[in-house]
T-cell receptor, first 112, second 116 residues
Framework: KQEVTQIPAALSVPEGENLVLNCSFT??????LQWFRQDPGKGLTSLLL?????REQTSGRLNASLDKSSGRSTLYIAASQPGDSATYLC???????????FGSGTRLLVRP | GAVVSQHPSRVICKSGTSVKIECRSL??????MFWYRQFPKQSLMLMAT?????????EQGVEKDKFLINHASLTLSTLTVTSAHPEDSSFYIC????????????FGPGTRLTVL
């Protein structure tokens, strides 16, 4: 059974810092991996999707990497801003059913 | 584009009543919709997958008679929590994917259910 773990559970940094969020999964036979952002009491916003054949994806200040063999992904946020404060969730898809298996998230606070 | 709405955003009901939550894709046809629940400070757990015109597929441990899912059209799916109890209080989120982008799910804003 696939298990997705995110470390750390919570992170507080001063504005301007570069930071890395970690995601690990137990079954490396994934279809794709996705990173989402969730603001308090709200739905999810998709940030990046990495197909199983890819190693990284970039969008603006965000860069996500994928190492399938070791079961790891990282989300790198450059020059963090207070507006980046949210919970970041990673999720894996195992097959063409496209069911998402979520990690427990990292709650990020960027202090002005 | 690719907007998903949910209604209501918040609902408070008495124990024993049934509550219906709607999930709509506003600007695309959603061949597949997913329903998740999220407890405070926890992650999303998939409850069921529904395809338009067919019965929903429920995840292990989810009672299909308690959580009725209907996907009657390509833009609407409903989740009905029957005979709600306080332990059903949670944040329910739907997502939808289209035939043109099957690996991308667009999420609704969620519905906060509180059962007294």
């Amino acid at each position: 059974k696939q298990e997705v773990t995110q470390i750390p559970a919570a992170l507080s940094v001063p504005e301007g810092e570069n930071l890395v969020l970690n995601c690990s999964f137990t079954d490396s036979a994934i279809y794709n991996l996705q990173w989402f952002r969730q603001d308090p009491g709200k739905g999810l916003t998709s940030l990046l999707l990495i197909q199983s054949s890819q190693r990284e994806q970039t969008s603006g200040r965000l860069n996500a990497s994928l190492d399938k063999s070791s079961g790891r992904s990282t989300l790198y946020i450059a020059a963090s801003q207070p507006g980046d404060s949210a919970t970041y969730l990673c999720a894996v898809v195992m097959d063409s059913s496209y069911k998402l298996i979520f990690g427990s998230g990292t709650r990020l606070l960027v202090r002005p | 584009g690719a907007v998903v709405s949910q209604h209501p955003s918040r609902v408070i009901c008495k124990s024993g009543t049934s509550v219906k939550i709607e999930c709509r894709s506003l600007d695309f046809q959603a061949t597949t919709m997913f329903w998740y629940r999220q407890f405070p400070k926890q992650s999303l757990m998939l409850m069921a997958t529904s395809n338009e015109g067919s019965k929903a597929t429920y995840e292990q441990g989810v009672e299909k008679d308690k959580f009725l899912i209907n996907h009657a059209s390509l833009t609407l799916s409903t989740l009905t929590v029957t005979s709600a109890h306080p332990e059903d209080s949670s944040f329910y989120i739907c997502s939808a994917s289209s035939v043109y982008s099957t690996d991308t799910q667009y999420f609704g804003p969620g519905t906060r259910l509180t059962v007294l």
